[in-house]
């Protein structure tokens, strides 16, 4: 094999290194005395590098200043830049590519207005107060970054989530705990727990997009099981499958809150859909993500509660309700604890422990109560402003869910709408919503669309929601 | 079906918490109105509650003070709790039982001296310095912590990444760079990209005993290709079984600082690797955790380098060269960066971002090379020291690796020794180790012992070489 000479080499290192970006236009480039300790090079051959980039003429020596990286007339201009290629889904094969291709093509786009996210806006959380906890925690622990956290997540935050699964009626002992990176993390860990490849896993219709994919990812049948707006996943079809010659492995239900149908189970359905699956011995997998943006006085029993044979598996998070920033969920994974203390080892390590120890010592306050009462108020003011928009808005027949929490509406609109023409043409107006028709494996929600409140009402949104009711009339 | 009566329900409730832990004796017992409160219950029913513990001796009641939990007599005396019961290799059945089982023993040993850590010791890292940029981007970013980060990561982050690879002559542009919890994810990550369940994927052996987890929970088959301290994988064994029938999907490599080996690839061997594997499709996954720590002027090639047809997936770490309690590792993952993008936004979405602020802060300015010479000098001393150390206690025909960085040594014991009954006596006598055992599939390496030098030598660790001694010798 021929190798190119050294100066060659280097210096064709660093024209990739500008093609791609990483060194930029008006930026010095190295010196000669920093390229020969670097590289290991004589004087000769790092003076040589820099002709061979004068020459292609990507340098320009600038005397007693040294040598700057210089755009060459045959790389597209800054501005000048071709739109971003169309996405590709090829490259998603086996991870949802239709979830796939709605996140990527939102991320590419300029976007003004995001009714997509399930997220409060920013200045809802407790800035402040976390960060004063963050300094705090991190003065008093000086060797916090020094040192690998505990596999299962820091001893105090795994207290603080035992003592307040209290209240809502479940005991998840402390020693049971594992903190996860969010709730993603947890489900994943949960799925990986008690299935393998190939098992089938049910879910409600519709269900949280990013659940499909993970169960893809996976390579986990899905199955789905119908779920209403009033009582969330319906009982009768999932007793009926449960009966079916197909083995369900594990069931994910939301029983508080659903995403996207905001239903609440009445306890009369928790009770039973825990003993139908301990039953059959379906492993139920419980996502208490919004548990505690419920608006109401007492917190609702979890699936968790109603479980006598350690045959629930409790996933939480605190990224919607408390610190998106900090990516903090949980898992008490029942009777498969060990296997998913050991899995979650072996996928990412213990969790940076500072954020943990911050947002125990505000959870601990009474602080954290109030605070949690006064979101839910806001949110229920912007859920009633959000759908008396909408209301205004959207063509006639459009019918909006009232759920007792949380951040989202679930739209449906007349029949022949498309959710997914309704989010392309958004996109070009800077408007992102999320099509109702990734909450599902079939295209049964086309015509629906999930509206997220987390912001406070305002003109912007106002015109926002006015555009894409004249893009649905647009649709006839 | 017979339901309980409420005060039943409840009493049942609390008596679960207190046995598990999460109420815990001498504490105070929730009141009667935030029972009422919390439970939705009358005052009745919560007076109910409370006769109901009462009456099993686990509620004391304090004259104008509350009640109390008590120890009940027929529950174990704290102190007098019984010893941890076995590890139960069962539970960890698909992610690699023996491995786990030696990690979880060590987890519930009372440690005094380990060992079995390839972390550096806290206060080698500049703890100070780090927490300094954390408070500075805390208070100049006041929205950190309430919106959640980008997939990929910190764009400051992934600059300055980007540009310090220059240097070790690999161009990884910052947009082809995903920030991961830490080189374990970045691991997953890659192989979850190429791969399938039952597809089979070569490491050197010895290897890292997490990876061979981290293939088995994936459902993949490992093909071990032997590997030397002097140069690494052994090219001739491996062409050979590129040659053979098996397909092998992906070859994963620590081209600097093998863990254990601590092994350094020639270049011709880098390059030789690299054309091997694009030349059979094989996908190379470099594993560049401990690059930063070899103990050389000029930093050493990586695979990457080499790679002309975008075939290797580069994968590293800051937790064992900067901050272990950040977990920040990252992936630039070739032609298949778009398929890591998206899996990690599955697996458990974009990383916290105030860690990646702070180092990136550091890691602009000229301390942080000048931070890691200093860190390479004082890790030479600590192998130094501890090699002569084993030299002096262990038994004559032991050999110590002398890595050129890092800190690990692997030392070969007369072959009728046992690792892994030394780790066992080790763990009694209050010092981990980490078996050789468990750095392979096979029996192959139980009279090696893996010895991790991160800590400044001290009477304490000479102490603890001399007992290790002592327990070979009893070994006979
Ligand atoms: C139902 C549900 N589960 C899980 C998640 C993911 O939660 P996290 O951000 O904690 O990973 C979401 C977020 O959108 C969700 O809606
Ligand atoms: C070779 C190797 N790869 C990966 C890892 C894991 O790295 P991290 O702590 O960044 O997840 C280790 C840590 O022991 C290692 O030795």
């Known amino acids: 094999m021929h190798t190119p000479p050294l100066y060659r080499q280097l210096a064709d290192h660093y024209l990739d290194a500008i093609r791609s970006g990483t060194l930029k236009t008006g930026e010095r480039f190295p010196s000669i005395r920093l390229m020969m300790e670097k590289h290991a090079v004589s004087l000769s051959t790092a003076v040589q590098v820099c002709r061979e980039l004068e020459d292609c ?26 739109p971003p290629a169309p996405v590709d889904t090829d490259v998603y094969v086996g991870i949802h590519e239709k979830v796939s291709w709605v996140l990527r093509a939102s991320q590419r786009a300029t976007i003004k207005v995001n009714f997509a996210s399930a997220y409060c806006a920013p200045e809802l959380y407790p800035l402040k107060t976390l960060q004063d906890h963050m300094i705090k925690a991190l003065r008093q622990n000086q060797h916090l970054l020094g040192a690998q956290g505990p596999n299962c997540g820091h001893s105090a935050l795994r207290n603080i989530l035992a003592r307040r699964a209290l209240t809502a009626k479940a005991n998840l002992p402390a020693e049971r705990i594992v903190i996860t990176n969010g709730a993603t993390e947890a489900l994943n860990l949960a799925l990986r727990a008690v299935t393998r490849p190939g098992d089938t896993v049910a879910v409600e219709s519709p269900t949280f997009y990013g659940l499909l994919q993970i169960l893809e990812s996976l390579n986990l049948r899905v199955l789905e099981i119908p779920a209403t707006a009033h009582a969330g ?8 499958l449960l009966q079916g010659a197909e083995r369900i492995q594990a069931l994910i239900v939301t029983p508080n809150l659903q995403n996207p149908l905001g239903s609440i189970m009445p306890d009369a359905n928790k ?10 011995t379906t492993v139920l997998i419980e996502d208490d993500t919004y548990g505690d943006l419920v608006d109401t006085e007492q917190p609702l029993s979890t699936l968790k509660h109603w479980d006598r044979t350690d045959n629930v598996i409790y996933c939480a998070s605190l990224n919607k309700t408390l610190a998106p920033g900090m990516r903090l969920g949980w898992i008490s994974a029942g009777k498969w604890h060990e296997r998913v203390e050991m899995l979650k080892h072996t996928q990412s390590r213990g969790c940076e422990a500072l954020s943990q120890l911050a947002v125990s010592a505000f959870m601990k306050t009474p602080s954290y109560e109030r605070y949690l009462r006064r979101l839910r108020k806001i949110l229920t003011q912007q859920r009633q402003q959000m759908s008396a928009g909408i209301a205004r808005y959207f063509p006639p027949g459009t019918c909006v869910t009232t759920p007792q929490g949380g951040t989202l509406l679930w739209v449906e609109l007349p029949r022949h709408h498309s959710s997914l023409a309704l989010f392309h043409e958004g996109l070009k107006a800077g408007i992102q919503i999320s099509p109702g028709d990734i909450f599902s494996n079939t295209r049964r929600f086309d015509h629906f669309v999930r509206i997220g409140c987390g912001a406070p009402y305002s003109p912007k949104i106002d015109e926002a929601l006015a555009t894409l009711g004249q893009l649905l009339k647009n649709q006839g």
């Open 57 to 82: 003429g990507v340098l320009e020596a600038r005397p007693r200043s040294g040598n700057y990286i210089r755009q060459p007339d045959d790389l597209p201009k800054p501005g000048a830049l071709p």
């Open 233 to 240: 996943i319906n009982l009768l079809a999932l007793e009926q």
């Open 271 to 280: 009770s039973r859909l825990v003993q139908l699956c301990a039953q059959h």
